[in-house]
Structures are given as C-alpha cells and as structure tokens.
C-alpha cells in the first residue's frame, strides 16, 4: 500500500464504532474507545511497515536515543499513567508506580545498553577444507511489524514493556491491548509522541478478539500474553501462516514452605506473593505447600497479616489491596471457592465479595483442608485467595508442585540454600525462587517464560531481543575464481580428489587423534 493511499485512509482508524470501558473499583464508565476492524488493522500494519523501512536502518545507538527520550517522558508524566492505570484496573497505586512504571523504565535500560551487544553479527571459522575460501556469519534481521496482544492485569508493563525489545531490534509494533483495560496503551501512544517517535511506529489497535485476529492475520510475528485458553487460539490462528509467536499464558505457582524455612518471612511472602494486584498476576503465589509440623504457625501468621491488610480505592497510597479488575474474573473466584468449600475446604478468612466497597472487591481469603482435587488447587485462580495444604516432606512437596499442567514460576522456602537449589531444579517451572516470589519478573537479565501449558518462549535476557528477529547466516566468498571446483562440469578427477580428501579426514589415525 503507498503512501497517498495509506494518507486517504487516515481517517479510517477513528473508527466508527466503540466499547465502553469501566473503573472496576468505582464501578464507573470512564471512556468509548474505538472497536478497530480487520481493514482498519491491516492499514495499521501497512502504515508500521512503512515506519520499519526507515527504522530497521538506523543504527542501534539511534534508536536507543529514542527509547532514552521515551523513558525520560515516562518520568515527567508519572502520575498520569499511575492514574490511567489505576482507573482501568482498580488496583494499589504503589503496584502501578513499582510493577508497571518502575518496570518499563528497568526494561528501557537494560536493552538501551545491551541491544547492541546482544544483536551483534557474529564471525565463524569454518570446519570443512574445501570451503576455507569462504568468510562465514550470522546476523539478526528484524522482521517487520511486530504485533503485540496483551492481558489487563499490567495494562503498561505487559504492552508498552512488551514492545521495548521489538523496537530497540528494530521493528515496527502494533499492539493490541486488552479490552478491559486499553487507556494505558493509547496513553501510551501519547508518550511516544512526546518522545518524537517516527510516525506509526508504535501503533495501538483496541477491540475485542476479532481485532486481535486480524493482527494475528497481518503483522510478521506475535507476542501474545494471556489466558492458556486463548493462547491456543493464537498459535492455531498463527499456524495458518507458520508465523512466529510467542506465548506467555497462566500459571498456577506453588509456593513449599519447608520446616526449617524462616515462618515469618515465608507469611509475608506468601501474603503479598498472592495477593498483590488482588492475585491477578500470572506469577501470584496460587497454592502453598507447607510442611507439617510448622503448619500451624504458619497458618495463623498468614491469617493474622491477611486480616490487617487495607482493602479499598487507593487515593493516596493508603491501600494494600485493590479490587479485581473484571466481572467474569470474580465470578471464576467465586466458583472455585464454592468447589473447594463442597468438597471439604475451611475458610478461615474472606471467601464473599467485600460488600462495604462498590466495585469488584473481593476479600483476601486463606483456605485451608484443600486438596488436588479441587479446582482452588488445579485451575489458574486469578484472584485473591491462598490455599493452604498440609505435606509430610519436601518429596510430597515437589510432587504436588509438579502435578499441574502449568509450569511458570515456583518458590521454594528454606534457611538451608542448597536444599533450595536443589529442590528448585526438580520442580518444572520456567522460573523459581528460593525464599522469595513475584521480584524475578523485574530481573530484566535472565528469560521469563513457562513450561508445559504456561507458554512458549520467553521475555528478558539475550533471547527477550534476539525473539523479534530472524537469524540470518550469510556466506561470501573471499578470493573470486573464475569457478570454484565443485561446479559444473563435474568430473572423474574432483570425484577420485574427494575421495581421497575423505579417507584422509577421516580414517587418518593422525587426524583423528587431532580431531576434538
Ligand atoms: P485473555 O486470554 O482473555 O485475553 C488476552 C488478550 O487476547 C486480550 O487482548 C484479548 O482481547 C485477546 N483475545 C481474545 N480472544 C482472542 C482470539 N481469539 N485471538 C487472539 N487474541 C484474542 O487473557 P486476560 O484475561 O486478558 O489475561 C489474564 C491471563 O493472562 C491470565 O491467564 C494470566 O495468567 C495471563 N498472563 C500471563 C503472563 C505471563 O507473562 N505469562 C503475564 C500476565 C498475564
């Protein structure tokens, strides 16, 4: 598509049709965000094509100057995004200033000064005799509009976060975020305009899932995080055209507390490690293991700071706890809680909505008596909620953590490091902590991602960069003969000079004895 047309199209992203979107905690309407269609989203992609031409050459170094001067208009507009984002998910304002903010700002600073190294061309000695003419190496190609779809749980980190790497690699993005929360991203937009971003090269895209289709449909590659069940919709959808993608899904993070573990430490972890942002974090703390024989104490502690937590509408700092974020997500809570409470659960606090508070509050709850054979203990929760279950050793302990179809992050709780480790490379899980939870998403440095149903590649590190480009090898020949004597005419002599190369190579005792 040329440009002239892209231009007339201008106006068709204003699209006519829109959705409303809520302040979950007040129970609000706050906007009518456009419902982008399947035409609207392809012009998007064309126009970001357009923006990838310019942006895929320049230096590295160049682009880092625009994340910097992105990252610098993220410090001046600060209370603005807390705002935004605190209206669309109802949560603490301190979790959108330390997981969202904080977050993106660390992500900005860790590919600004590392991209270059990362996406290096790297220079290769070639093995075969006949090819030592040649000059052999490797390097990343972006690949063209990278499209993002994102959850509403970090409606900032989880897009606008999401997209650092594709651009400092070099790609166009075009984002679709979630429908429930989509003000963070078009704020978004915002900044980038404010740090002069090429035109389109950060595009946002909002509406519900045939949106998202049409990118799958348009963009090079996906970046999908969200739910395992519409996880599995992308990659079939993605299959289509064998484009790449990657997925971060759900979780179901169990946390062993083990009887020599620091209880007082191991209560509050396991406090704000599933509770934070009303447990709506793919990597809350979603199931606790605790050995016997300090079960008891451990139990009551957590009950103790689960009671003295402050649950309400943050104004001013002043809230530990917000509300949920959507009406189905609520109702998913309830329903496990009702499974759990039938087959023989206790609560010992919370389980019901908070009904002093308007919105989707929903009381910090612990259980206890639960089992695998409730839902509370095999499906993705979501919500605020701990179950509590009783085992006899560390064994029973990394059996049940291993007994889930989710693998994403895990914690193990002992004063003795080496048990931890140890038991930490037995549980299937992408990531794990040893007395410690939910802080291994802000170490930028090394891969977050899960195993089993909990995703498909991973964000961070070398490969959180590398993911967004295709790895190019690229042979050239140093000396220039007229042929080279493989080609054309083939002949009796190359064949027998073969031959005997092979022998040579690899019958010679002393070439063997040479060979690593
Ligand atoms: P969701 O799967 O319902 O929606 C995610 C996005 O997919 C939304 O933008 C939605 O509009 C879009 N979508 C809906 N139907 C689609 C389709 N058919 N094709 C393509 N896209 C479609 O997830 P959610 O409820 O927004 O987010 C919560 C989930 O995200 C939880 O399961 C949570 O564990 C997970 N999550 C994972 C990570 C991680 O890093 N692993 C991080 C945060 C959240």
């Known amino acids: 598509m040329s440009t002239s047309q892209l231009d007339q199209e201008a106006t068709a992203l204003e699209s006519k049709k829109t959705f409303e979107v809520f302040n979950p905690a007040t129970a609000q309407k706050i906007a009518d965000v456009p419902m982008v269609d399947a035409d609207e989203v392809k012009i998007a992609v064309a126009r970001g094509r357009e923006a990838f031409e310019s942006w895929r050459d320049l230096p ?9 001067a992105l990252r610098d208009v993220i410090l001046d507009s600060k209370n603005e ?55 052999i ?8 509009v990278v499209g993002i779809i994102g959850p509403w749980n970090f409606p900032f980190t989880l897009t606008l976060g999401e997209a650092v790497p594709a651009l400092m690699a070099g790609n166009a993005v075009v984002l679709k975020p979630s429908e429930f929360a989509p003000l963070s991203a078009l704020l978004a937009v ?46 079939a959808r993605a299959a289509r055209s064998l484009k790449p993608v990657t997925l971060e899904l759900g979780g179901k993070d169990p946390m062993i507390v083990l009887q020599d573990a620091n209880l007082e430490r191991a209560a509050n972890g396991a ?12 990597m809350s703390i979603e199931r ?6 300090v079960a008891d104490v451990f139990i009551d502690r957590v009950v103790d700071k689960v009671k003295r937590l402050r649950q309400g509408i943050d104004q001013d700092y002043d809230v530990d706890v917000g509300s949920m974020t959507t009406p189905r997500q609520v109702e998913i809570v309830e329903d496990q809680i009702a499974d759990a409470v ?12 908070n009904a002093r508070l308007p919105g989707l509050f929903f009381e910090p709850t612990v259980m206890v008596n639960v089992d695998h054979s409730m839902k509370i203990m095999t499906e993705e929760t979501f919500g605020p909620v701990i179950p509590i279950m009783r085992i006899k050793d560390e064994q029973e302990g990394v059996r049940l953590a291993n007994d889930s179809r989710f693998g994403l992050v895990a914690s193990v709780w002992t004063r003795d490091k080496r048990k931890g480790q140890a038991l930490a490379r037995r549980l299937e899980s992408g990531s794990v902590c040893v007395n410690d939870c939910l802080v291994n998403f802000l170490t930028t440095e090394v891969p977050f991602g899960g195993v089993k149903e909990s995703g498909w590649g991973a964000r961070h590190g070398e490969t959180g960069i590398q993911k967004y480009c295709f790895l190019q090898s690229v042979l050239e020949d140093r000396i220039g003969l007229r042929r080279e004597i493989n080609w054309f005419p083939y002949s ?14 690899y019958h010679s005792r002393i070439l063997q004895k040479l060979r690593p």
């Open 190 to 235: 915002k900044l980038c305009e404010r740090a002069r971003f090429p035109k389109h090269l950060f595009q946002v895209v909002t509406g519900y899932g045939t949106t998202a289709e049409a990118l799958i449909d348009y963009a090079d590659q996906i970046s999908f995080t969200g739910s395992v069940s519409t996880g599995k919709k992308v990659m």
């Open 342 to 353: 039938a087959k023989g659960a206790r609560i010992l606090v919370g389980g019901k909505r």
């Open 492 to 505: 009796k002599k190359f064949s027998s000079l073969l031959s005997r190369l092979l022998r040579i190579l």
């Open 81 to 135: 995004i807390i705002e935004t984002i605190v209206s669309e998910t109802g949560k603490a304002k301190l979790e959108a200033l330390s997981n969202e903010i904080l977050y993106v700002c660390t992500c900005i600073d860790y590919y600004v000064k590392n991209a270059e190294s990362f996406l290096r061309d790297r220079y290769y000695s070639v093995g075969l005799v006949l090819l030592k003419t040649k000059r």
């Open 288 to 293: 606790v293991y605790v050995e016997e024989g």
């Open 60 to 68: 590295i170094s160049k682009r880092a100057g625009y994340l910097k």
């Open 271 to 282: 406090v704000w490690g599933a509770l934070a942002n009303s447990g709506q974090i793919c």
């Open 137 to 144: 190496h490797t390097s990343y190609i972006p690949r063209g």
